[in-house]
T-cell receptor, first 114, second 115 residues
Framework: GENVEQHPSTLSVQEGDSAVIKCTYS??????FPWYKQELGKGPQLIIDIRSNVGEKKDQRIAVTLNKTAKHFSLHITETQPEDSAVYFC?????????????FGSGTRLSIRP | EAGVTQFPSHSVIEKGQTVTLRCDPI?????LYWYRRVMGKEIKFLLHFVKESKQDESGMPNNRFLAERTGGTYSTLKVQPAELEDSGVYFC?????????????FGQGTRLTVV
C-alpha cells in the first residue's frame, strides 16, 4: 500500500541554525505534498504544501523541495527560533483520486536549543 | 469561522467499555476524515466520508470501530468494546472537497486511554 517514510525521528538544532527533514513516498500517483506542524495539545496544522508540477516553494523561513523522479521531498527551516519546536509531519496525497486520503510520515520531533 | 472541533479532548475508559468520539467539521466541508496516532508512530488513516457516505474505510482496524455521519454534518466514531491497543490520539479533519480545496484542517484530537 501507500507509504511515506520520514527522517529523522528527532532533531535538535541550535537556535539560528537550519533544520532539514526528509521524506520519501511510494505511490507514484501522489501529487500533493503537505507539511504539518503539531504543537503540544493541538492538532496538526498545515504550514506549507507543494504540488507535483513545482520543484520548490518558499514561504519566509520555510521551504519545501520535491524530486518526483526520486520520490523525495524535504522541508527546510532556516534561522530557527524557539517557536519552531514541535512535531512535523510530511504527507502525500492524490487529491484527484476519489479516495483522496492523506498518507502521513511518522513525524519528526524538532527541538530548538537556545 | 469555527475550526474543526472534537469532543471530548480526553477520555479514559476501562477495557471492554464503549466510547464515542465526536467531530464537528468546518461548515460546508464535504470531506471528513478520521485518523489515529498511536504513541510515537505515524498518523494513520482510518476513514473518509464524503457528505454522509463512506468513501473509504480501508483504515478501520476491525469491526469494533463504527463511524457515522448522519446528515453529512458532524461525525461520531464509536469503539465497542474498547481494547488496550485502541489507546491513542484520534484526529478528525475536514476539507472542502473540490480540487482547489485540498487543504485538510485538523481538530485538536481526542486522547483516548484504555486501561
Amino acid at each position: 500500500g501507500e507509504n511515506v517514510e520520514q527522517h529523522p525521528s528527532t532533531l535538535s538544532v541550535q537556535e539560528g541554525d537550519s533544520a532539514v527533514i526528509k521524506c520519501t513516498y511510494s505511490d507514484s500517483a501522489s501529487n500533493y505534498f503537505p507539511w504539518y506542524k503539531q504543537e503540544l495539545g493541538k492538532g496538526p496544522q498545515l504550514i506549507i504544501d507543494i504540488r507535483s508540477n513545482v520543484g520548490e516553494k518558499k514561504d519566509q523561513r520555510i521551504a519545501v523541495t520535491l524530486n518526483k523522479t526520486a520520490k523525495h521531498f524535504s522541508l527546510h527551516i532556516t534561522e530557527t527560533q524557539p517557536e519552531d519546536s514541535a512535531v512535523y509531519f510530511c504527507a502525500a496525497a492524490d487529491p484527484y483520486s476519489s479516495a483522496s486520503k492523506i498518507i502521513f510520515g511518522s513525524g519528526t520531533r524538532l527541538s530548538i536549543r537556545p | 469561522e469555527a475550526g474543526v472541533t472534537q469532543f471530548p479532548s480526553h477520555s479514559v475508559i476501562e477495557k471492554g467499555q464503549t466510547v464515542t468520539l465526536r467531530c464537528d467539521p468546518i461548515s460546508g466541508h464535504d470531506n471528513l476524515y478520521w485518523y489515529r496516532r498511536v504513541m510515537g508512530k505515524e498518523i494513520k488513516f482510518l476513514l473518509h466520508f464524503v457528505k454522509e457516505s463512506k468513501q473509504d474505510e480501508s483504515g478501520m482496524p476491525n469491526n469494533r470501530f463504527l463511524a457515522e455521519r448522519t446528515g453529512g454534518t458532524y461525525s461520531t466514531l464509536k469503539v465497542q468494546p474498547a481494547e488496550l491497543e485502541d489507546s491513542g490520539v484520534y484526529f478528525c479533519a475536514s476539507s472542502q472537497g473540490d480540487r482547489d480545496g485540498t487543504e485538510a484542517f485538523f481538530g485538536q484530537g481526542t486522547r483516548l486511554t484504555v486501561v
